[in-house]
């Protein structure tokens, strides 16, 4: 997929893999990576890549909500939360391959079910991370 202009660009550096660190050019990102022993790692108190893409694509969801409510010109309470979980394991369809599935648990307090409903649907079709991971990753959205 392409973008006609990037109205912005992130840069950041990991060095040493799942056992290493991550920092972005400005120096607002800086984290220690460690692996879950799930993955065979020794679970260290650092972050990894998974709860990374997890916070991103939660904020970026909740950015293409707004987005959409305010075109639609459709309130949207503050209190808006998104759980997501990014589970990573064997790829289905590529032996030797890694794969990830992303499930989002969506919370719009005193929001009317279809107009969120909606909502959720049109964002998934703006939000750049939903248009990223079309049809490589499976993403399951429940309103909670």
Do not use: W
């Amino acid at each position: 997929m392409a973008i006609e202009k990037a109205l912005y660009t992130a840069t950041a550096t990991a060095t040493g893999g799942r056992q290493g660190t991550a920092q972005s050019s400005d120096d607002r990102l800086k984290v220690q990576l460690s692996t879950p022993k799930a993955l065979g790692g020794d679970d260290g108190a650092g972050t990894n890549p998974e709860q990374l893409f997890a916070a991103g694509y939660s904020a970026c969801f909740i950015g293409a909500m707004k987005a959409v409510s305010a075109r639609n010109k459709v309130a949207l309470p503050a209190e808006v939360s998104i759980t997501s979980e990014v589970g990573i394991g064997p790829h289905a369809n590529k032996p030797g391959a890694f794969g990830i599935a992303v499930s989002m648990k969506i919370s719009v307090p005193g929001m009317d079910r279809a107009q969120l409903e909606k909502l959720v649907a049109d964002a998934h079709e703006v939000c750049p991370y939903s248009n990223a991971t079309r049809g490589n990753v499976d993403v399951t959205l429940t309103i909670v």
